[in-house]
């Protein structure tokens, strides 16, 4: 009966198929629903995504299937009755968004907040299986998003960036402008051993690799005034630095706490900012060994960028830590004892700052960077209570306390 529509048309779609379901988070699973509830629960939320449509619309076709007391699962065809094709395209933020909903009404515990549109591009299968074969341990794009994010940090200008890029022995590939003779537009890196089947270097865009890696955006985060004077580099310089860092890492953790409901925008300057610090912090103490501290830097990252990669005016506290990102990174590699304890000491700040930075995006209500601020803040001071830092191992997030009604969906399934 769900596939009658798609065979009366001529041409039906080879991916006609579209599946969710709808689940109790174990907190709620003492509770028990009748079939008649669950019934309600679903079509409230497909109405919201758009699945079920008004009774004189009769739209799609869809069924509810109940496996257990915990969960059911939902099935749709995506030609309407009349013939027509509805793609539900962008359903998954609607369908989180609907469940969100629905579990608020009927009092349930909600684990899966609604997309806040600052995460990355997940690699594609094809990227993975790639990776999986050649035995490595990130993709490329993950390896390269890293590099150039560590080029970021320590660059004042556009040239200095492209030449920590060529310096990090990453490819370079820069795009002109059609109209304006000399004027750089955009930029593309690759990795020397990713290659094509044809012997071709595989390029990403920084768009690609993240929103905010797009050169545009890069050009207003170096908007900052940097000094380019770098000073006789030894171990107490490099300890006079870290030291200067952590109090300007304190002083962004109060205003960050201090501006999440008045001023946000100020609030997302310096937490941009701390981000670009945090890397070049990480590639001082590990190099380019994707160690734990990188791993922190990361997770930092996810909870500090904006909406759809947005870069919002400069602040003075931005300019600050900025100009700290700079000089860390300027400064060269963790050598000593004293240089690793104003490290630690760092790292302590950071963990302050990510406190905040939680206090920010729950304000916000943007939970995922909630979550990303609680485990950054967590693992920040794992590290700094760990004396020598060990390498290799993993560093395992900590958990979001409460989830709730969750919803998953593998939509547009080939049969």
Not at 5 to 17: A, G, H, T
Not at 271 to 297: F, K
Not at 346 to 369: I, T
């Amino acid at each position: 009966m769900l596939e009658e529509p798609v065979r009366r048309i001529e041409r039906p779609p080879k991916r006609y198929v579209w599946h969710t379901s709808m689940r109790l988070a174990p907190e709620d699973r003492d509770r028990t629903f009748s079939d008649e509830a669950w019934g309600h629960m679903a079509r409230e939320m497909l109405r919201e995504v758009g699945v079920a449509t008004p009774a004189d619309d009769d739209g799609l076709r869809w069924v509810v299937v109940r496996h257990g007391d915990d969960h059911v699962h939902i099935v749709a065809t995506l030609v309407r009755e009349d013939g027509r094709i509805s793609w539900l395209r962008n359903d998954y933020p609607r369908t989180v968004a609907a469940t969100y909903d629905v579990a608020r009404r009927y009092g349930l515990r909600r684990a899966v907040a609604p997309a806040d549109r600052t995460a990355h591009r997940r690699p594609s299968a094809a990227e993975l299986n790639k990776s999986a074969r050649r035995g490595r341990r990130e993709t490329p794009r993950d390896e390269l998003r890293r590099r150039v994010r560590t080029a970021v940090a320590g660059a004042a200008t556009e040239t200095e960036f492209f030449d920590r890029l060529r310096g990090a022995g990453l490819l370079l590939r820069l795009r002109h402008s059609t109209t304006a003779s000399g004027q750089v537009t955009g930029y593309a890196v690759a990795l020397p051993a990713d290659l094509t089947a044809d012997g071709m270097p595989v390029y990403y865009g920084g768009g690609k690799l993240a929103a905010d890696l797009a050169l545009p955006k890069l050009r207003r985060r170096w908007a900052s005034p940097a000094s380019t004077d770098v000073p006789p580099v030894g171990r107490a310089e490099r300890t006079a630095a870290l030291a200067d860092a952590a109090r300007v890492t304190r002083a962004a953790a109060d205003e960050i706490r201090q501006a999440a409901y008045a001023d946000p925008a100020r609030a997302q300057a310096a937490a941009l900012a701390a981000s670009d610090l945090l890397t070049a912090l990480a590639y001082a103490v590990e190099g380019d060994r994707r160690g734990n501290l990188t791993l922190v830097a990361e997770t930092f990252d996810r909870a500090a960028r904006d909406i759809r990669g947005r870069v919002v005016r400069h602040t003075g506290r931005s300019y600050e830590l900025r100009a700290m990102s700079r000089l860390v990174a300027l400064m060269g590699r963790v050598s000593g004892d004293d240089d690793m304890l104003a490290a630690l000491a760092l790292m302590m700040d950071f963990a302050r700052l990510a406190d905040a930075m939680e206090h920010l995006r729950d304000a916000q209500r943007r939970l995922h960077q909630a979550q990303a601020a609680r485990s950054a803040t967590v693992a920040l001071r794992e590290l700094a209570d760990r004396p020598g830092m060990p390498a290799g191992s993993s560093l395992t997030p900590t958990p979001a306390t409460g989830p709730s009604m969750a919803t998953t969906r593998r939509t547009d399934v080939s049969r």
